[in-house]
């Protein structure tokens, strides 16, 4: 057994989980936060990405107890309640989504991918990293409209602050 203590969307938790217990079943099934889903369990298809502080992970690849310590953003933490995070608008104003099982993995990867080119994304650089989120249902055009409409948003709003 391990004990842990990390931040999860802005919660301060602790526990005791049993030594395998991967990340995604932390979140899933010991904090009830089933946004994050299980795809392929092999880190394959991004259904599972989250972030441990500040950055994108594939929750199925990570212990819980590696992330003891360190703050973790489920998609369920992304926005604020009020409004839509401006990916998760991105999404659903440029139809990102059919099924919508591969989005939360989709808008979190987005949001780091965002995160790490403040200045802007172009097509080509989005089709590269989304390489690890797997698609059944879209075929990836609305996906990437999304993301390119999203990083220009929020480039427009670091430049106006």
Do not use: W
């Not at 936060?33 to 299980?38: A, D, R």
């Not at 991004?46 to 502080?53: E, R």
């Not at 998609?75 to 998760?88: C, F, K, M, N």
């Not at 993995?105 to 989304?130: Q, S």
């Amino acid at each position: 057994m391990a004990d842990l203590t990390m931040t999860v969307n802005g919660r301060r938790i602790s526990g005791t989980v049993e030594d395998r217990t991967l990340l995604v079943h932390f979140l899933r099934e010991n904090q009830g936060l089933t946004g994050t889903h299980v795809g392929c369990d092999t880190s394959q298809c991004g259904a599972c990405v989250v972030h441990v502080d500040g950055k994108a992970v594939k929750s199925c690849t990570m212990l819980a107890a590696q992330a003891s310590g360190s703050e973790v953003l489920t998609i369920e933490g992304l926005s604020d309640g009020a409004e839509l995070h401006p990916v998760q608008a991105a999404f659903k104003e440029h139809h990102g989504l059919q099924c919508g099982f591969c989005t939360p993995g989709m808008i979190m990867a987005a949001t780091d991918m965002i995160r790490r080119h403040p200045e802007g994304l172009d097509e080509k650089t989005v089709r590269a990293e989304l390489e690890g989120n797997i698609c059944r249902c879209t075929g990836y055009h609305n996906i990437v409209k999304a993301i390119l409409a999203a990083s220009e948003a929020m480039a427009g709003r670091a430049k106006a602050a």
